[in-house]
């Protein structure tokens, strides 16, 4: 016997969720409806199979194939145009020369189909109907019987007034191959609207089979969790791919879940899903496979589809998420939300309750979203954040993303160039790596790879080998469980805005470079970059000066990758060095925190009499000292002791500042005959002050010397810093003493990024009678001190910053801005 199963819906009332999938392929229990269906049909030995299709067809073709995986034979017919039932089923007539069965591709249900058949045999009825009873039939067409079985009447959608009975037509027909006969071409044509009514008129043997069985139309998206619940509750019989961990907690293949975490069942996970600690999964949680979800997350009566990530704290209820979701931290989903695939909620979020976001719409952080989003989406404004592409490592930031990514950077530099790679230690950055290197090879271009090295390093080697550009791939030290890949142009600076521009184009429009295959890049590897970087380092500075001052000195390498580098630089300082955390370690870079690891440092300078401590962050970038009596230096007093000793030592220095920077600063240098230049927060200002400046801060712990390298080197900063206090025969400590106390403050808004133009032209104006600096951002400066408002570039705040004649002033001014800021937002 042959079965054709009719899955043209679209499933309009299930949207979100099917506007990038036929309502037949909606995972029910992680297997789409179809799949079920189709089990059904193997269980009654029905092997022949004949699938109508229309919407999405290939999505559903794609899936099953020719059925051989599922142990069926499937054929398709394709509906070019709209049918309806009979026609769907009339288009495939050609396979269909015995008797036959006819069944929805989009229910849920375990009917006993040989007894269906075994009626309509008994019967020798023309066509038999499957027939269900309803509490409420309202949404079906009500089938009204006599004693005997045998149809008598057909009511389509009826109202109450014309509901005579209970029984529903479920759409699941026996048919003799002669009711095709009675079916009109050339148009849509329904079953029980037309086909049906005409025979009876004819007076043709129509039976009803009154089914027990459970049936649901999954027609809603109440329908779709109710129908979870009752899979879960086992209320009806379906094959789940999932193995019984306990009474009604059933989890998948590969998937792993912590021990602390709580699984109030029933529940399902998916294959290789991962559970995080505090987790708790209430019940009727359905996970698919490849979920990931974050320690302390609360989930309830939810289905989760395939590859989301759900970040730490995040509660949902009576929720459905799509497929490829991402849900930072916090996120709040209230019953009745769903969320189409591919949607990124930013943290903290609240979703109201019935709202509807459709697919791949972006909810800012701490928004909160009181209507469904549907056409509207403010997404990404760029693939380019504010130091590279970034995004959390194998959700939005995956091996895909970065060979295309890689392919176009590559397409914008010529064929058989060469580009210098590097990475941190972590796994991720590793795997994006090389999946960048797979991009550039099949763009044409060669790769010289340097493996795990520090960023400085890395523009280090571009800059002074035959590099054309270079990639480095690292956690992001803003999220560590997001990466970021950094792209240098050839003198090592990341690339300028024109550059980036030029590889989004190429990346949207899919028109990067393919070479053939005689003109694919090899890789190398760099030799001796560690000591060719040591030896222009001491280049500009007085070697023997540092080692008469037989320094001792205390230093955290963050289990960074400044380890690789560093014994090769501290070989030639002759100092005395107690070193800690000097391996690469990915969890140690995960748990990074600069002002825990400074306290730390501080206890062991002061123990061991060092003359400094100094640590280094993971990235090789930025820097916190400790002075030798154990005090933490903050990054604004660091910024001020470099600049009085760069100001000291060299006649006439030309230094560079943030704009954030104390306003003691100019003053301070002035006196020396030193002159000092604001520029933006962006670090990649600096690029442009080699043979200019000779000295490039900022109030973030990120110091450059751009005779050497225009950019931030910490382990630079470092010897530079040891070279210039070797003739002052001070401490540190003393010097630091010295320059001017600092107080700058620092605030966060939560801005809309399509209120950031109103907040800044608003504060602009509002300052007017004052001193302006509009480097970066507007900076209002008055006699008692200044405020500085920037707007983020990749996050949805605003930035305060503020000084004052003391801290107890700075904190006032910071909160006067933030103060305006959130009245500016209340108003527009």
Known sequence: MKAVIMAGGEGTRLRPLTMNQPKPM?????????????????????EEIVVTVAYLANTIRTYFGDGSEFGVRIIYATEETPLGTAGSVLNAREELDERFLVISGDV???????????????????????????????????????????????????????????????????????????????????????VFPALLEQGAPVHGYVSECY???VGTLEAYLRAHEDVLDSKVHVELDAFPMRPGVFIGEGAEVDPSAVIDGPALIGDNCRIGAGVRLGPYSVLGSNVRVGEGTDIERSVIHDNCYLGAGVNARASVIGRSCEVRNGVHLEPGVVLGDGCRLGGHAVVLSGVKIYPNKVVEAAATVTSSIIWESRGSRSLFG?????????????????????????SALPKGATVTTSRDSSRAARMLKRAAMVGLNAAGLNVEDLEAATVPVTRFQVRNGNSRGGITVRLDPDDPQSVLLRFLDAEGNDLDEAAQRKIERLYYREESRRVLAAEIGDIGFAPRTAELYTAALFEGVDLEAIRSARYKLVLDYAYGTASLVMPTVLGKLGAEVLVVNPLVSTPGVLSFDRSVHAAR??????????????????????????????????????????????????????????????????????RHGASVT????????????????????????????????????AVAA?????????PQGRSLARLTGEVPVASVVRREV??????????????????????????????????????????????????????????????????????????ILAES
């Open 26 to 46: 909606l995972p029910m229990a992680n297997r789409p409806l179809a799949g079920h269906v189709v089990a059904l049909l193997r269980e009654h030995g029905i």
């Open 108 to 194: 849920l249900t375990d009917i006993d189909l040989g007894a269906l058949v075994r009626h309509h045999d008994e019967c020798g009825s023309l066509a038999t109907l499957a027939l269900k009873s309803m509490e409420n039939p309202l949404e079906f067409g009500i089938v009204i019987t006599d004693d005997a079985g045998r149809i008598e009447r057909f009511l389509e959608k009826p109202t109450w007034g014309q509901v005579f009975s209970d029984t529903i037509n479920t759409g699941i027909y026996v048919l003799e191959p002669e009711v095709l006969d009675r079916v009109p071409s050339g148009r849509a044509v329904d079953f029980a609207s037309e």
């Open 215 to 217: 049936w649901e139309d």
């Open 386 to 410: 504010r130091l590279g592409v970034t995004g959390l490592a194998n959700v939005d930031l995956s091996p895909e993303l970065a060979v295309r990514v890689a392919m176009a950077f590559a």
């Open 601 to 670: 440092l501080a206890d062991l300078v002061r123990s061991s009499g060092a003359h400094l401590g100094a640590v280094i962050s993971p990235d090789g970038e930025r820097m916190t000292l400790v002075d030798d009596t154990g005090h933490m230096l903050s990054d604004a007093e660091a910024l001020l002791v470099f600049a009085e000793l760069v100001a000291r030592s060299v006649p006439g220095a030309q230094l560079l500042a943030t704009v954030d920077a104390p306003s003691a600063l100019t003053g301070m240098c002035a």
């Open 678 to 713: 604001l520029m933006g927060l962006a670090a990649s200002e600096i690029a442009a002050a080699r043979g200019v400046a000779d000295f490039a801060g900022d109030s973030d712990g990120g110091f450059a010397f751009p005779d050497f390298l225009p950019a931030h080197d």
């Open 718 to 726: 470092l010897v530079r810093l040891l070279d210039l206090l070797a």
């Open 750 to 823: 939560h801005t809309p990024f399509e209120q950031k133009g109103t907040v800044m032209r608003t504060i602009l104006e509002s300052g007017r009678d004052a001193d302006l600096v509009l480097v970066d951002g507007v900076k209002r400066i008055d006699a008692s001190g200044w405020t500085l408002v920037v707007p983020d570039q990749d996050r949805p705040v605003t930035h305060v910053y503020a000084e004052g004649r003391d801290i107890t002033e700075s904190n006032a001014r910071a909160d006067v801005a933030a103060a305006e800021i959130r009245a």
